[in-house]
Structure formats: C-alpha cells, structure tokens
C-alpha cells in the first residue's frame, strides 16, 4: 500500500502504520491547508496521526503560495 515504516506511538502503547487520508487537515504557519490522499501515519489504538516530512513540507509550500492550490475552499470557524 505505501512504503511508511510502523513504528512505537509516542503517546501509548499501539503501533503507527502508514494509511492514505482521503482528506487531510494540516496546521502550518498559522494556517489550515487540506491535502487530499497524503501518505501519514495513525497509531492503531489512540490515533493519533503522524505526518512524513514531505506532507509537511508541502503543506509550508502551499500555506506560504496559495496559488499552487488545485482548489480553495472557505472554513467558516467558530470562537
């Protein structure tokens, strides 16, 4: 499926292993960029999810240059 190594969680006892996300939030730059079918890792028990450098660095790209974006959409957010 995807070359992403399983690894301990940080966080408990459960084991990451790689998935593809159908849709994916990240927080970059104090921004919110959705990637859609990144490559990350979620830890079977808790969930926690884990993002390979290279989803990072995409995401950095495309906070700091919206325009690379293949779409944008507009998050209404609520304080």
């Known amino acids: 499926m995807n070359d992403y190594t399983p690894h301990p969680c940080d966080f408990c006892e459960g084991t990451v292993h ?27 028990r808790c969930g926690h999810r884990y993002f390979p450098i290279k989803v990072l660095r995409l995401a950095e790209d495309l906070a700091a240059h919206p325009e690379k974006a293949t779409r944008v959409a507009s998050i209404p957010i609520a304080s």
């Open 18 to 44: 790689g998935m593809t996300a159908q849709s994916e939030p990240v927080r970059v730059a104090g921004k919110v960029v959705i990637l859609d079918g990144p490559t990350i890792g979620k830890c079977d």
